[in-house]
T-cell receptor, first 114, second 112 residues
Framework: AQSVTQLDSQVPVFEEAPVELRCNYS??????LFWYVQYPNQGLQLLLK??????LVKGINGFEAEFNKSQTSFHLRKPSVHISDTAEYFC????????????FGQGTRLTINP | DVKVTQSSRYLVKRTGEKVFLECVQD?????MFWYRQDPGLGLRLIYF???????EKGDIPEGYSVSREKKERFSLILESASTNQTSMYLC???????????FGPGTRLTVL
């Protein structure tokens, strides 16, 4: 079974500052990892995903994440945030193959202050 | 264009009513999932199905049941709605590979 823990429920940062949103997972099988963003009153949108290969994954809007198998982490980073990045961010993990769960973390609310 | 539809965007029901939420997909996906989304709790998995008539409990199945009689349709049933089931309900589908997910628009259910 898979589980996901997002270590921060809220992260406030100033505009143009760097940000890291932390995600740890546990699983007894190999997994795919995802980050989704949800803007106010909208649905979830895929930011990036790790399936295999390079452990550094680049996504949309300047975000990137690094898969660390030994630490079972998949932290999301952006070197310089913008007011428009204010949103809730969800980390998710999926096994692959038949009957594998798709599990989401509790979410991290990113607030950008001017 | 990929499509996941849910039967209602907004629903208001009374305590004790039986409630049906339906999800239909046109992508021939094996995996279908029902979540509820609540502030501060993220998306919590209620049930999922990986084939017709096959279902697995998620993390919070109590008070819910599901039905998958056809591959494209996955129904969530609240046997006797309660106020603590007021929430946003999301249907998600994925192929067997599990490397991509597609989301329905959500149903905001209010139980009075």
């Amino acid at each position: 079974a898979q589980s996901v823990t997002q270590l921060d429920s809220q992260v406030p940062v100033f505009e143009e500052a760097p940000v890291e949103l932390r995600c740890n997972y546990s699983s007894s099988v190999s997994v795919y990892l995802f980050w989704y963003v949800q803007y106010p009153n909208q649905g979830l949108q895929l930011l990036l995903k790790y399936l295999s290969g390079s452990t550094l994954v680049k996504g949309i809007n300047g975000f990137e994440a690094e898969f660390n198998k030994s630490q079972t982490s998949f932290h999301l980073r952006k070197p310089s945030v913008h007011i428009s990045d204010t949103a809730e961010y969800f980390c998710a993990v999926s096994g692959y193959g038949r009957a594998q769960k798709l599990v989401f973390g509790q979410g991290t609310r990113l607030t950008i202050n001017p | 264009d990929v499509k996941v539809t849910q039967s209602s965007r907004y629903l208001v029901k009374r305590t004790g009513e039986k409630v049906f939420l339906e999800c239909v997909q046109d992508m021939d996906h094996e995996n279908m999932f029902w979540y509820r989304q609540d502030p501060g709790l993220g998306l919590r998995l209620i049930y999922f199905s990986y084939d017709v008539k096959m279902k697995e409990k998620g993390d919070i199945p109590e008070g819910y049941s599901v039905s998958r009689e056809k591959k494209e349709r996955f129904s969530l049933i609240l046997e006797s709605a309660s106020t603590n089931q007021t929430s946003m309900y999301l249907c998600v589908t994925a192929g067997l590979a599990g490397n991509e997910q597609f989301f329905g628009p959500g149903t905001r259910l209010t139980v009075l």
